[in-house]
């Protein structure tokens, strides 16, 4: 432990028993200190399902130790559920009931390799002696491909479209597979490198993509064994299909083609011609097109939505109209996500959450107008102590105008605050509005925490967008460090105690912050980040092929001399002897993404310049932890870290399975070989 770096006000505090360098106001001004384990431990339940004929309803719940299937009848109380699944190591990260309800579908890895494969499982087959629960059987039993869902008939429920990459790991070839006999058809064999495929709601393979040689995207019809090219944008523009209409003509397109269209819209597009028709764009003009809504029932469109600073539905069905209005009223300041839903869409599953709520669980009768409570993900959180998540703007280096997220710990003036800027990973996606787990457990230990949606995030247009290609580490990282010193401006920030954290883009952007701006922090933790463009993308895995000419366009095609150069130059690894501050690099060792060596090369690298590094791999992680027991312990460090270095609060006790995990995947850095030589 060490001292407080810096005091607000005019008064000296003493450290808790439980803290460390708490650099702020009176200790017993702030809430008291969340267990880590309520945060991040195994949620007590949570995806819970309806089967269609509303007889059963499936959750996730750990069942010795590890996150599995269970079932429960609708009407029994949930102590009555009984596990059907028996993962013994990797949870289980997601499953659906088939259409007729006959049986629980799920997909899963091995020690996060990511080739998942789909297994079916009837709930309510007789378990045969000796074991706890049914026999689950692998559709896709094939060593070292990954499986990917891409349709789920409507005509004949025993039927499962998915795409397998056996014949040639960089394309999934199509096959149709019943469910109830795991039987394997094939139905196209992927020559043309297409790498998305849209098959109708009778069952019809109608249209597929493809990319171009520009890294854009082509469209094409299906035609027997033919394929006509019908709509295609440039890699600076968006095109995909997200469904199809009813009346079999007309499939649903979400494009911003076209130089004079920034934001993506909603149209309809014919499969056969490529002739396109505006549905909608956004109404307030701010942000892209978010999703839209179907009836599971009559495939007709209920709703779409955007999302903006907070979310925005609009509705084209009034019943259902009706029914979120009303949900709204008995669930005021939540956002209301719908579930799954009975096959009359009589009975719906109902979540609602909010900045300051991890959620609640509710079957809605929309019939009856009744919503039960069902469970609580973390029924233990304290949710009184949680903190709101504010909206902000700012100015980067350029003028562009940069939105993000504040989350401010309570009980102490936002004065002088210790800050840790959280990058989202991607780095094509963004951050919302809502409960954010490490922002709140951040938070709850002192820090104010920044979450930005720099330049490159999805969602606020192509030219936002686009604004980021081939500026990683350059003005992408110039969005987080210009939020730090808005803050800092603010007077919010203590300029000497800033830290940065985040995974995947996020871990590159923790790299790079340490690196390119070495006085902004004191403290870095980066999570299966990249240390070196040009390894990265010669790493990258072989079904993300259709990806990789992107890739070379938003970050740099490592077959050019000029662009090697860029991204040798905007490589942290090259730049690790400016370091001036503590990092902490998190691995797991069976990341097909972020290779092991990533972090590997930048811990040597350090060592070889005597920089302080901690360095922690599991053995049996991917790009990221999914084990409970390896994430309570890397946070468990994390936390200490930052508390060591930023001054906030961190919570000394750990369970003795975490303590024991945290010794086993904590790396002695004077041992660290390239290679694992």
């Given amino acids: 432990m060490e001292n407080t770096k810096r005091l607000l006000g005019a008064f000296v505090i003493g450290l808790s028993a439980v803290t460390s360098g708490l650099a702020a106001a009176k200790e017993d001004s702030m809430p008291p200190l969340i267990d880590r384990e309520i945060f991040f431990g195994n949620p007590e339940m949570m995806s819970a399902k309806l089967s269609p004929d509303g007889q059963w309803i499936s959750f996730l719940k750990p069942f010795n130790g590890v996150r599995n299937i269970w079932v429960k009848k609708t009407d029994e109380p949930f102590d009555k559920a009984r596990p059907v699944t028996a993962s013994t190591t990797r ?13 629980l579908l799920y997909v899963q890895d091995k020690g996060g390799d990511e080739n998942y494969h789909v297994y079916a499982l009837d709930p309510h087959a007789e378990v045969a002696a000796g074991k706890a629960v049914p026999d689950a059987r692998n559709l896709t039993e094939v060593d070292g491909v990954r499986a990917e869902i891409l349709h789920l008939s409507k005509v004949d429920p025993d039927l499962l479209f998915v795409g397998i990459n ?28 297409i790498s998305s495929w849209y098959i109708d709601l009778q069952d019809r393979l109608r249209m ?4 171009t040689p520009d890294g854009g995207t082509q469209l094409l019809s299906v035609s027997g064994n033919g394929l006509k090219p019908v709509y295609e944008c440039s890699y600076l523009e968006h095109s995909a299909i997200t469904g199809f209409h009813p009346d079999g003509d ?19 597009i014919n499969p056969d011609d490529g002739s396109v028709e505006l549905i909608e764009s956004d109404p307030e003009k701010q942000v892209d097109f978010g999703s839209a809504w179907f009836s599971e029932l009559t495939d007709e469109l209920i709703a779409t939505s955007y999302r903006g600073d907070k979310k925005r539905v609009y509705f084209k069905n009034k019943q259902w109209e009706a029914d979120y209005e009303w949900l709204k009223q008995q669930l005021p300041g939540h956002e209301i996500g719908v579930g799954s839903a009975t096959r009359d869409e009589s009975l719906v599953m109902i979540n609602a959450n909010s900045d300051t709520d991890p959620g609640a669980s509710y079957l809605f009768d929309r019939k009856a107008k009744t919503l039960d409570f069902l469970y609580r993900p973390r029924p233990d959180m304290p949710i009184e102590h949680l903190v709101k998540m504010e909206p902000i703007r700012y100015p980067s280096s350029d003028g562009l105008e940069i939105p993000a997220y504040l989350s401010l710990p309570r009980g102490v003036p936002a004065r002088m605050l210790p800050l840790i800027v959280y990058s989202h990973g991607g780095p094509w996606s963004r951050d919302t509005w809502g409960y954010h787990s490490f922002a709140q457990f951040l938070a709850n230990r002192g820090y104010a925490v920044l979450n930005v949606n720099f330049r490159g995030s999805t969602g606020y247009g192509k030219a936002f967008l686009n604004a980021g290609n081939r500026e990683w580490g350059d003005k992408m990282q110039d969005d987080l460090t210009w939020g730090v010193k808005y803050l800092v401006a603010k007077g ?12 995947s883009y996020g871990g590159y952007a923790t790299l790079a912050g340490m690196t390119f701006t070495p006085d902004v922090y004191a403290a870095g933790c980066s999570i299966v980040g990249p240390s070196n463009l040009l390894t990265l993308m010669d790493s990258i895995p072989p079904y993300w092929e259709s990806f990789r000419k992107r890739m070379y366009q938003r970050v740099g095609n490592p077959d050019i001399e000029a662009d090697r150069k860029e991204m040798m130059r905007q490589s942290p690894l090259n730049s690790a002897h400016k370091i001036k501050a503590p990092l902490m690099i998190v691995q797991g060792k069976n990341d097909p993404r972020v290779k092991e060596a990533e972090s590997e090369q930048i811990v040597i690298a350090m060592r ?17 932890f999914r ?14 870290f930052f508390a060591k270095h930023l001054g906030g609060r961190y919570q000394k006790s750990m369970p003795e399975d975490v303590a024991r995990r945290l010794k086993e995947i904590t790396v002695d850095v004077s041992t660290v070989k390239l290679g694992g030589e």
């Fill in 250 to 268: 007309k499939a649903y397109l979400v494009t911003n083609k076209g130089d004079d269209v920034d934001l993506t819209q909603f149209m309809f």
């Fill in 627 to 640: 084990r409970p027991v390896n994430n309570m312990a890397f946070i468990a460090a994390a936390e200490e």
């Fill in 492 to 503: 919010i920030a203590d300029p000497k105690r800033v830290g940065i954290m985040g995974g």
């Fill in 91 to 103: 949870p289980i990260p997601s499953y659906f009931w088939s259409r007729d309800g006959r049986y």
């Fill in 208 to 211: 597929v993509s493809k990319s």
């Fill in 608 to 624: 070889e310049l005597g920089l302080p590094v901690q360095y922690i791999n599991a053995p049996d992680e991917g790009h990221g």
């Fill in 166 to 193: 056996d014949r040639d790991p960089a394309w999934h070839d199509l096959y149709r597979v019943k469910i109830s006999t795991g039987e394997r058809t094939l139905i196209r064999e992927n020559q043309e490198q």
